[in-house]
């Protein structure tokens, strides 16, 4: 059974594993610095659909389908999946693994969903309410900003703080039985807003979140940043990343050596024109999918954080002038 630590903050039993895993990318994703890792890179961003919305749900899907058939077991092998996205009432979720007919759990932390997933699949395994779970997210640069921009059509610029929505999705299964690495814990995170109203600048919105729950989990475990291979933050992005190390040194915490960042990684700013980096849903789930957990798998790695951050705003409460609430949740994942 999973034990309580403190708020938030819990150890599970060492018996949840991760089984199999992968990561599906769009054209863009694929020509950046970790191209080469990705389980599949989709040329088409339509996926051979009619629409942005119906190809994200096809990304999902198709990462899914790849984790399953890495594992070597059939889709009713799976007990629960825990999905969600960034479109209306996550319908990319939704209709893009309707088909399976597997228990469904839709969940929503915005850019954080990933580790959301994870934490909530880890806790039902391990406490046998299912054999075997899959949390999976997904993202599309279309779709999200067709929601909470400009259509593209509009042609508006993008300022230097934005970051560039990912199109891809990342997928990973859970077991009691198999896998070589384990989940030994996580810290659910704090609603945490700074006052920051700019859509544009999501990295300084969520650095905050990411510094609280990065605390909050090195004091209750009593570990310092020395003690993991890799921090990993989700989306924060040049801006983000720069003032979440800030952040922590207020504290006498120095992450500058393990932390990296999923959205500073996966594109070159430089020569693809993504300014502060990527974000979305599947920025963090594809990189975690196809270069991290990879890493533990085979030994390079032992002992990672992920922490996935998210902005839990909508268009029409930034239309009312309200602030970006923010949330960071964190995953210790470790190879022995």
């Known amino acids: 059974m999973a034990e309580y630590i403190s708020q938030g903050v819990f150890r599970l039993s060492e018996t949840v594993k991760i089984e ?4 599906v990318t769009g054209k863009k994703e694929g020509e950046g610095p970790l191209g080469q890792y990705f389980d599949k890179v989709v040329e088409d961003s339509h996926f051979g659909k009619d629409s942005w ?29 825990c999905s969600g996205d960034l479109i209306n009432q996550c319908i990319g979720s939704t209709y893009g693994l ?29 406490n046998n309410v299912a054999n075997r779970a899959i949390a999976v997210t997904s993202s599309h640069f279309s779709t999200a900003e067709r929601q909470f ?21 990342g997928a990973v299964i859970l077991s009691k039985t198999n896998g070589l690495i384990k989940v030994i814990g996580g810290c659910i995170g704090r609603i945490t807003d700074m006052g920051v109203n700019d859509i544009n600048n999501m990295g300084s919105a969520m650095a905050p979140a990411a510094a609280t729950t990065i605390q909050r989990y090195l004091t209750a475990t009593a570990t310092s940043p020395s003690d993991y291979d ?25 992450i500058s050596v393990q932390h990296r960042d999923c959205g500073c990684m996966i594109f070159d700013s430089e020569t693809q024109d993504t300014h502060c980096g990527g974000s979305g849903c599947g920025c963090s789930a594809s990189v975690l999918c196809s270069y991290f957990l990879p890493m533990l798998q085979n030994g390079t790695a032992k002992n990672i954080l992920f922490i996935a951050t998210g902005a839990l ?12 609430p923010t949330i960071a949740h964190l995953v210790h994942l470790r190879k022995d």
């Open 149 to 169: 921009r400009f259509p593209l059509s509009y042609g508006g610029q993008r300022t230097p703080t934005a970051q560039w929505t990912c199109t891809a999705s």
């Open 53 to 81: 919305e119906k190809a994200e749900s096809r990304f999902q899907l198709e990462a899914v389908s790849l984790a399953v058939q890495k594992a070597g077991i059939t889709k009713e092998d799976i007990d629960i999946i």
């Open 20 to 23: 199999s895993f992968a990561g």
């Open 230 to 254: 890799f921090i990993v933050t989700g989306d924060l992005g040049i801006v983000g990343s720069k003032l979440l190390v800030e952040f922590l040194e207020k504290q006498n915490i120095d």
């Open 98 to 126: 309707r088909e399976l007919e597997i228990p469904f759990l839709g969940i929503y932390g915005a850019c954080s969903t990933m580790a959301e997933g994870l934490i909530i699949s880890s806790l039902l395994t391990e």
């Open 313 to 324: 705003m909508s268009p029409m409460s930034l239309q009312q002038g309200e602030s970006i």
